[in-house]
């Protein structure tokens, strides 16, 4: 076993789980109207019912794998397909990291539970299942690679940056401060967006390598 390289499947697993994290969106509103509604735990709360819905579709992925994804020709489109996704996605972070700012004004808070408005939200953002069904599969199929340990150290990895993002975020709006400048997140996103390009060529050459060998 490369100890090296499952030593950095949590660490790549974090840093482009947090490059989604960062863009603003509907998670993110959510998370800003009930921490001002509810307090600090409102955030983290959220992120676990998002974690128990990601752990269900980790699940469900691993299940099907033993069936038809652990084939060259899978994997190599999966790995090109993922790349192609990553590349755009660090095209948009480093587009919004020009102007982006980060709004903490309370403006949206549900009446749901803020674990069930996680789980809720979560699924009915087509941007997540879009995200899971390419970048997510290719993730867990280089991890299962190791096995379950490599799986759990991908499903820790990325979970751990949604908590530590949205943490900090419902940190900030309970305390009705900014803990971070616009220029600090704008400095956030261009650094996400390099890794994501970086991370996207790594994807690409080995679904390319994986195509050549199908």
């Given amino acids: 076993m490369n100890?090296?390289?499952?030593?950095?499947?949590?660490?790549?697993?974090?840093?482009?789980?947090?490059?989604?994290?960062?863009?603003?969106?509907?998670?993110?509103?959510?998370?800003?109207?009930?921490?001002?509604?509810?307090?600090?735990?409102?955030?983290?709360?959220?992120?676990?019912?998002?974690a128990l819905l990601e752990l269900a579709l980790v699940l469900l992925l691993l299940a099907g794998v033993g069936v038809w994804l652990h084939r060259p020709v899978v994997l190599g489109l999966v790995g090109v397909?993922?790349?192609?996704?990553?590349v755009w996605m660090g095209v948009g972070l480093l587009k919004a990291s020009r102007h982006s700012r980060l709004n903490f004004d309370p403006q949206t808070a549900s009446g749901l539970h803020p674990i069930l408005a996680g789980v809720f939200l979560s699924a009915a953002n087509p941007y997540w299942l879009i995200w899971w069904l390419?970048?997510?599969l290719?993730?867990?199929?280089?991890?299962?690679?190791?096995?379950?340990?490599?799986?759990?150290?991908?499903?820790?990895?990325?979970?751990?940056?949604?908590?530590?993002?949205?943490?900090?975020?419902?940190?900030a709006v309970a305390q009705g401060r900014r803990f971070i400048s616009d220029r600090l997140y704008r400095g956030f996103l261009?650094?996400?967006?390099?890794?994501?390009?970086?991370?996207?060529?790594?994807?690409?050459?080995?679904?390319v390598n994986f195509l050549l060998n199908s």
């Fill in 134 to 136: 390419t970048i997510g």
């Fill in 3 to 50: 100890w090296w390289l499952l030593a950095g499947v949590p660490v790549t697993s974090f840093v482009v789980a947090l490059s989604g994290a960062l863009m603003p969106g509907p998670l993110l509103t959510l998370t800003v109207g009930e921490a001002a509604r509810r307090g600090f735990w409102a955030g983290p709360l959220i992120i676990v019912g998002h």
């Fill in 190 to 207: 261009a650094a996400c967006g390099v890794f994501l390009f970086a991370f996207g060529g790594y994807f690409g050459i080995q679904g």
């Fill in 81 to 86: 397909v993922g790349a192609g996704l990553l």
């Fill in 138 to 171: 290719g993730y867990v199929l280089f991890s299962m690679t190791y096995g379950v340990l490599g799986v759990a150290l991908f499903f820790i990895g990325h979970i751990l940056a949604d908590f530590a993002w949205y943490t900090l975020v419902s940190g």
